[in-house]
């Protein structure tokens, strides 16, 4: 699920390695037709963060393999950037760090007269991505290999799973800190 055509699997061959070197797991590769091509690269620290300068330190490693390499006809713009908090899901690993959340699954083929199904995140079991669905007693279980496409919903809960361990942005880096690392207390300054 990383790629969905046999493009996206040539560039996502030539940028997982240097990715890896540079401490990130690519999420998912798709070129992108229109007037001008666009290959979008997502990719993530092993944390599951990204920051600008990851983007930009792969963006520009990226580019210079991909000029060499040339697996795409013509000319096309590459754009590097982070999954986002409505994420999406395309490693077995994924859907069992997000247990517990939301979902969005596509299958590739039917079952049970339905391709598309939502509901929580309920881990992994022998290589299938475990399912609570709205209404239903059982939790389905759906084979890894037949979903097309799968992302988290954005829903409070994530929004606030999110923020978890990001700076507080109300403090600067010349706040004054006390010796255990927190913030030191107004009368702590003078």
Aim: with cysteine; net charge negative.
């Amino acid at each position: 699920m990383k790629t969905k055509t046999r493009q996206d699997e040539l560039i996502l061959a030539i940028a997982e390695p240097l990715a890896r070197t540079l401490g990130l797991e690519i999420v998912r590769v798709r070129v992108m037709s229109g007037k001008r091509q666009t290959v979008q690269i997502m990719a993530e620290r092993a944390d599951g963060t990204m920051e600008v300068s990851d983007c930009a330190r792969l963006s520009r490693a990226l580019s210079e393999i991909l000029d060499e390499a040339d697996p795409i006809k013509g000319e096309y713009d590459l754009e590097v950037s982070s999954p986002g908090i409505d994420r999406p899901l395309t490693t077995l690993e994924h859907f069992a760090r997000w247990e517990g959340f939301e979902a969005k699954i596509e299958l590739d083929r039917l079952v049970e007269n339905r391709k598309r199904f939502r509901g929580e995140l309920a881990g992994i079991e022998d290589g299938s991505v475990l399912i609570n669905l709205p209404k239903e007693e059982d939790t389905a279980v759906l084979p890894f290999d037949w979903i097309a496409d799968a992302k988290l919903v954005l829903t409070d809960e994530l929004i606030a799973e999110s923020l978890k361990g990001r700076p507080d942005p109300n403090l600067n880096d010349d706040t004054l800190t006390d010796d255990d690392g927190s913030p030191a207390s107004p009368s702590d300054k003078d």
